[in-house]
């Protein structure tokens, strides 16, 4: 599998919010690369510049390539700028038109968008590295604070509807893990709540095994990646009930749901850890990758690519 990546490219910061990167005028470049790979089967990532770049060349040679939806950048355009949500959708709908599978990580979203007219939808679920997060002992010099211990792990940015997070009156100390735009703003704004910074691999895994409980306080996620991470590492969670969260909890005693997000905090701080772990087992890598090869749609490099070359399993567009 060979991925392309806005690294690979000339690129600039997104406009308020520059830890993301666009890829400036990726199209040629985008073609040298998928003819020198010769995949058997393309698959676009995201709508950004990369994802368009792929998109032109797949349609404008009739070859036939998979998206996924992760995202719901017409809600986060809307946050940020005010542009309406339905103008948005129709330019997402577009982007994905063409495609012969546009994968969904759950039954909400496909749901979602069935509604707002996309086709060829099907599902390809969400797996954690089980083994990577995993319960163990709390780490008290990494947590120095009252318990219990609040987490949150993602951006720090007004899509994710943080402050509803940093806002809530529990007892116990609320810590964030994560960087974005709106960081050093809340830092001020609330003097209290420790913020770490991002983390990842081993050092983000004890970050959460030695937390008491999960915040999700986004209401606008696809699925939530963070929500698996934090039940395998044995950690019960406390979100809105909204698609994401409902998707990943479903009816499972794993963590609590409520319009009130206190009332929700307060109620999974007693929920058992071992079930939270169990829970998560569910979701697993091989499950999920099985999913995605399921859901390609190869056609014969050969035929494609009349120059000779090894062919690989699949060219990814991310952004």
Not at 147 to 167: C, D, H, Q, T
Not at 203 to 216: G, P
């Amino acid at each position: 599998m060979i991925a392309v990546t806005p690294d690979q490219f000339k690129s600039i910061p997104c406009p308020t919010y520059p830890e993301i990167r666009l890829s400036l005028l990726p199209g040629r470049k985008m073609a040298k690369l998928i003819e020198r790979h010769q995949p058997c089967a393309i698959h676009i990532a995201t709508e950004g510049p990369l994802g368009l770049a792929g998109r032109r060349y797949c349609v404008k040679r009739g070859l036939p390539f998979t998206t996924a939806y992760h995202t719901r950048f017409p809600e986060y355009i809307h946050a940020r700028s005010g542009i309406p949500v339905g103008m948005t959708y129709t330019l997402v709908r577009w982007f994905h038109a063409p495609a012969s599978a546009v994968m969904v990580a759950t039954q909400s979203i496909e749901d979602e968008l069935k509604a707002r007219g996309f086709k060829n939808i099907r599902r390809w679920t969400r797996g954690v590295d089980t083994a990577l997060f995993r319960p163990g002992e709390k780490d008290d010099e990494l947590y120095p604070w009252a318990r219990p211990i609040s987490l949150y792990v993602g951006r720090v940015a007004v899509e994710k509807n943080i402050e509803a997070f940093l806002a809530l009156d529990i007892p116990g100390t609320k810590v964030v893990v994560g960087d974005g735009p709106q960081l050093e703003q809340l830092k001020g704004h609330y003097p209290k709540v420790k913020f770490l910074g991002a983390k990842v691999g081993e050092d983000l895994a004890r970050h959460y095994r030695s937390a008491d409980l999960f915040v999700f306080p986004s209401r606008t996620d696809t699925f939530g990646l963070v929500l698996l991470e934090a039940l395998a590492s044995g950690l019960p969670v406390a979100a809105y009930p909204v698609a994401g969260p409902q998707d990943v909890l479903g009816g499972s005693p794993a963590g609590c749901l409520d319009e009130d997000l206190t009332k929700a905090s307060l109620a999974a701080m007693s929920i058992e850890p071992g079930l939270c772990r169990a829970h998560a087992l569910d979701y697993s890598w091989e499950v999920s990758a099985r999913q995605f090869l399921a859901n390609l749609d190869p056609f014969d490099s050969g035929q494609a690519f009349p120059e000779t070359a090894s062919p690989k399993t699949a060219a990814l567009a991310p952004l």
